[in-house]
């Protein structure tokens, strides 16, 4: 049976508030953040409204500020907030033992 | 010897076990017979209580729960230090380590946690110890009686309370945290900030970020090594970065285990004959790690058994720190999100914070720091899943305010509800009753409050309430005001005030900041972020740890970032001159970095474009190697001097254009501004630098320099405005100086020098740096001090290897076959 999680590395390896990526080969990249209270979600790294790299927002509470042109990205939902509408997919994370799992399923929607 | 009833096994005389038997005692006190197998040699007693223990607070005695005489009086056998190492499903046995074979119609699990022993090198020496039974407490004692130092490797709850035993014990302890804040599971940043403060305030060394890379010593304990090579000396080391669900004999006997043992709502695991309870269960994906969940566990575990079964539902959490003198209690969920409302209260002057998450009418989750006295009360709220609409307003300053009628759907009703003798300013002592008699005088603007009862005239922080008392004193008559803007929405201080208050209260960190301001969100927005960031470090040069992450990408990564997500580089290029060394490194860069454009940009310097964030540093050495620093394209800093050819081959040149507009970006490289910032020196009146339109201007004459300030050709094109002209070449120098600290020192972040000088007026820029010659000097001090620590080049940082995570993915997925994966790497 294929696993239902992948095993991406190790919690300490994200930058506090920040993001790191994950490329997919074939697929779509995905940014992987942290939030200040340690929290950790993962996005396809496009933005909604032109693809700007998500990851290289700036992260405050659970949201990312797009750098491009600052539409505001809820890391939970993956919806974009305020006046702005758009969605970019979520990936299922969880934490195990310092590790960070990804949905394998999520992360590799998309390939081809 | 027979004994009719059926035999209950628990295994573990923890915490959980023993509950679990009072229940079932309870609840019918002749169903079982009932043996208790312990791998501590002692009677049950309360882990919880070993942290005051070690503080001294307590001894073993007051800590025990069940005695000798408890199992005896219940015809309880307690096989104590013998531990359990394997059990017979089939069979129905158990067997201990002694060799003793016991049969089982019921058996319960409760094996509690291990602590997790991080697999540095090192772990196993002398002297290393974890925190979790009485043993692990006499070791400490053990080695605090002969002093030293102690470093403690977790910042959780464990590892600060064993910290704070220690330190109590008379060693000197160093805290290591691997997350940049203490508790971060438990507490936000804002929490966490306070948190540490309190600790290094009582002597106690924190470290955060601090990746522990080996312990090391000759056959005992000597020290622990980071990471980044620091070593902190140390004779005993308590590891305290987490627990691990005891599994070892469930798995072994054939268990279905996830990260605990997987048990329903009755807590029966995959076998029916055998029941687990506590730290090791896992259920419906949840394992805890605290005592309220057990209990509950243990009601319903006992209901199922012997009584009615009410089944288990999980358990909501909360957490309270004990440390004698801090008071610090979380409960919930206060990650926000979407639909989330953080309600947040900041009381500096009393070292107080408050944060209740609220999502649709419910209370989700709250942090409160110094004042925990509403904890029970917002748990109570949170876990009832009471509807708080109706005292939404009023819910932060607790349940005697909230339940007292103060709540209305008035957001000034929390200022109305306050006695007349309630104090509004603390620094003035002014009270209520006092501004609101200066308002019924005829004082209807806060200014005028200020002018005659000097509330809110010193650090501000009242602002909000006078403001309630004026709206609520005039109604309709009193329509807002405040004419500057707020920094954000996180906080009603204006740009100015934060400044000052930066200054004046000596406020020297961004956590620290939103404090002692009453900062309205724990951990602000993409605009005050960077800005105090940036307000911070012009007021603390040197002292200032610049936070990366509160830096707009560009600035984080020393590049412009493009609209396909790679980046431009653009180095120094010194008045736009260069030459043939500089311009082969840049065109073997393009090439071997497969640059798609190299450009030559309106401010006299050349453009790669199309780099990827991985090649960055590379590119960076190359260039580096080259003699060619950052050109701090991307930065709320000094961009360029644009220069013309002046004296040097012009037939119309009057003064070295050229030179100077090297030597001006010599001096003011690496600054960082409230905005981009560009200067230009024309060689004469012709102007070919277009100094016209720049922060700063200079046009050289016959006489000298013609100093102009304030000037645009961006969105709005704006002439600069005629500063003075100066004799001699050092004296321009000095004059971009001092006007340059001015703006640093004065502009509010994201103005450009126009619409600043607009703002405070051309008079007022002159009378600072033309007529006082004193404040010039004392300027342009300021900004070279300043320099000493900002010329540093980023990117020969960065290209030696700092921030690496930064250019580097975290991982790389490469699906085996596509699109049906059939296995994968993970890279
Ligand atoms: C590369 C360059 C255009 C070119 O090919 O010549 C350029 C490119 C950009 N400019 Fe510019 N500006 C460039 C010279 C200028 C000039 C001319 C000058 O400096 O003499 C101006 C007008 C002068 C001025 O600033 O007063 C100029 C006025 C702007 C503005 C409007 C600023 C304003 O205050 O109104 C912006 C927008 C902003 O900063 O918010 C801007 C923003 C930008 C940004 C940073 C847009 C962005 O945020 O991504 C562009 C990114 C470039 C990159 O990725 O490398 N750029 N930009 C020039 C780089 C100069 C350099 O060597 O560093
Ligand atoms: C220092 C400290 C402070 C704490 N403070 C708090 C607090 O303030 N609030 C809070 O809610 N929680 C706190 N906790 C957590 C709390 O103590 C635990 O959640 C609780 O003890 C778990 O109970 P348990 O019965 O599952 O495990 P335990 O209490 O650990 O009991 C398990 C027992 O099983 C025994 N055992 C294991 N394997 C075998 C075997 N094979 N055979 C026989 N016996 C075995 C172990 O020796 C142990 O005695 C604290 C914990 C510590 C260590
Ligand atoms: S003028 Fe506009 S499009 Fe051209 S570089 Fe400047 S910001 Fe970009
Ligand atoms: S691409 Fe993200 S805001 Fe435009």
Redesign the interface.
């Known amino acids: 049976m294929?696993?239902e999680w992948?095993?991406?590395?190790p919690v300490?390896?994200?930058?506090?508030?920040?993001a790191?990526?994950?490329?997919?080969?074939?697929?779509r990249e995905?940014a992987?953040f942290h939030?200040?209270?340690?929290?950790v979600y993962a996005l396809a790294n496009q933005c909604p409204h032109?693809?700007?790299?998500l990851s290289?927002?700036?992260?405050?509470?659970?949201t990312v500020?797009c750098?491009?042109h600052?539409w505001?990205i809820?890391?939970?939902?993956g919806?974009a907030l305020g006046e702005d509408k758009g969605c970019v997919p979520v990936i299922p994370v969880k934490i195990?033992?310092?590790r960070?799992l990804i949905g394998?399923a999520a992360?590799?929607a998309g390939?081809? | 010897m027979t004994n009719p009833k059926p035999h209950l096994v628990v295994i573990g005389n923890g915490m959980a076990g023993c509950r679990a038997v009072e229940e079932i005692l309870a609840r019918d006190a002749e169903r079982y017979r009932v043996t208790i197998f312990g791998a501590e040699p002692r009677v049950n007693y309360n882990r919880i209580m070993l942290s005051p223990l070690l503080a001294g607070d307590k001894a073993f005695e007051d800590i025990v729960i069940n005695d000798h005489a408890w199992y005896a009086d219940n015809g309880i056998e307690l096989v104590a230090g013998d531990p359990v190492v394997a059990i017979d499903r089939a069979g129905q046995t158990i067997a201990a380590r002694s060799g003793r074979i016991e049969r089982y119609d019921k058996l319960l699990l409760a094996t509690g946690s291990d602590p997790f022993i991080i697999p540095v090198p090192g772990h196993d020496l002398h002297g290393v110890v974890t925190f979790r039974d009485m043993d692990d407490v006499g070791a400490m004692l053990r080695a605090a009686s002969a002093g030293g130092d102690a470093v403690v490797i977790g910042g959780g709850l464990l590892g600060l309370e064993a910290a704070h035993g220690l330190y109590l014990r008379g060693m000197k302890v160093t805290v290591l945290h691997l997350m940049p804040t203490l508790m971060e599971r438990q507490l936000d940043e804002a929490a966490g900030w306070l948190l540490k403060e309190e600790l290094e305030r009582r002597g106690q060394t924190i470290l955060t970020g601090a990746d522990t890379a080996e312990i090391f010593g000759q056959g005992k304990v000597e020290g622990v090594r980071l990471k980044d090579g620091r070593e902190i000396a140390a004779s005993l080391v308590v590891m305290a970065v987490g627990i691990r669900p005891n599994v070892k004999l469930a798995r072994d006997a054939g268990l279905a285990i996830g990260r605990g043992v997987h048990v329903d709502d009755h807590l029966v695991t995959s076998d029916e004959n055998i029941l687990a309870v506590g730290e090791c269960v896992e259920h419906q994906g949840q394992v805890y790690g605290l005592v309220a969940p057990l209990w509950e566990m243990c009601r319903s575990l006992a209901d199922a058994l012997v009584a009615t079964p009410s089944g288990y539902g999980g358990s909501v959490t909360s957490t309270k720190l004990k440390v004698s003198g801090i008071d610090v209690f979380s409960a919930g969920d206060f990650s926000g999100g979407e639909g989330c409302e953080d309600i947040v209260m900041r009381d500096a002057s009393r070292g107080i914070y408050k944060r209740v998450v609220v999502k649709g009418d419910r209370l989700i989750g709250t942090v409160l720091y110094g004042d925990t006295q509403d904890g029970a009360w917002y748990f109570d709220l949170l876990k009832k899943q009471e509807d708080v609409a109706s005292i939404r307003d009023a819910l932060i300053f607790g349940q005697a305010f909230a339940s007292g009628g103060g709540a209305s759907a008035n957001p000034n009703a929390a200022v109305a509800a306050m006695p007349d003798d309630g104090e509004i300013c603390g620094c003035n002592g002014v009270s209520k009753g006092k501004v609101v008699a200066a308002i019924q005088g005829g004082a209807g603007t806060l200014d005028a409050v200020r002018a005659c009862t000097k509330a809110s005239a010193s650090c501000g922080s009242c602002t909000g309430l006078v403001e309630g008392l004026l709206a609520i004193t005039l109604g309709d008559d009193y329509a807002g005001e405040r004419a500057a803007p707020t920094v954000c929405k996180c906080t009603s201080f204006t740009h100015e005030d934060v400044r000052r208050l930066i200054i004046e209260k000596s406020l020297k960190a961004i956590p620290q900041v939103m404090q002692e301001l009453h900062w309205t969100t724990p951990d602000g927005c993409s605009s005050c972020r960077p800005a105090l960031n940036y307000y911070l470090l012009c007021a603390w040069p040197g002292e200032f740890v610049d936070d990366n992450q509160s830096r707009f990408v560009n600035e984080r990564m020393h590049a412009n970032i493009q609209k396909d997500g790679t980046y431009s580089v653009v180095p120094r290029m010194w008045g736009g001159v260069t030459n043939p060394k500089e311009l082969r490194a840049i065109a073997d860069v393009a090439e071997q970095y497969q640059a798609r454009m190299v450009k030559v940009t309106g401010g006299q310097r050349l453009d790669i474009f199309g780099i990827r964030k991985e090649d960055l540093p590379a590119v960076w050495a190359d260039l580096n190697a080259a003699g060619m620093v950052s050109g701090h394209a991307y930065a709320k800093a000094l961009r360029t001097v644009k220069t013309c050819v002046g004296s040097e081959w012009c037939r119309f040149g009057t003064q070295d254009s050229t030179g100077l507009g090297i030597r001006i970006e010599q001096m003011t490289w690496g600054s960082f501004m409230p905005h981009k910032f560009k200067i230009a020196v024309s060689g004469c009146p012709r102007n070919c630098a277009e100094a016209s339109i720049k922060d700063i201007g200079v046009i050289c004459v016959d006489s000298g320099y013609e100093l102009s300030i304030g000037g645009n050709g961006g969105i709005k094109l704006r002439g600069t405005d005629f500063l003075c002209k100066v004799a001699t070449e050092q004296e321009a120098l000095d004059h971009c100086a001092a006007f340059i600290q001015l703006y640093r020192e004065e502009a509010r972040y994201l103005d450009r020098t126009a619409p600043w000088v607009e703002r405070v007026g051309i008079d007022y820029i002159r009378q600072r740096i033309v007529e006082d010659d004193i404040g010039r000097e004392a300027l342009r001090a300021r900004f070279l001090y300043s320099q000493s620590f900002m010329q540093d080049d980023p990117w020969a940082k960065r290209a030696a290897g700092e921030d690496w995570k930064l250019h580097q993915h975290l991982a790389e997925i490469r699906p085996a076959r596509a699109p049906v994966a059939r296995s994968l790497e993970v890279a």
Not at chain 1, 12 to 18: F, H, K, N, W
Not at chain 1, 20 to 27: A, W
Not at chain 1, 35 to 39: K, M, S, V, Y
Request: charged share 20%; aromatic share 0%.
């Open positions: 294929e696993p992948l095993d991406i590395g300490d390896q994200l930058p506090a508030l920040g790191r990526t994950l490329p997919v080969r074939g697929g995905i992987i939030t200040a209270n340690g929290q032109k693809a700007g790299p290289q927002g700036i992260v405050h509470d659970t500020t750098p491009l600052n505001r809820s890391l939970v939902t919806e195990d033992g310092g960070i394998r992360a590799l390939v081809q």
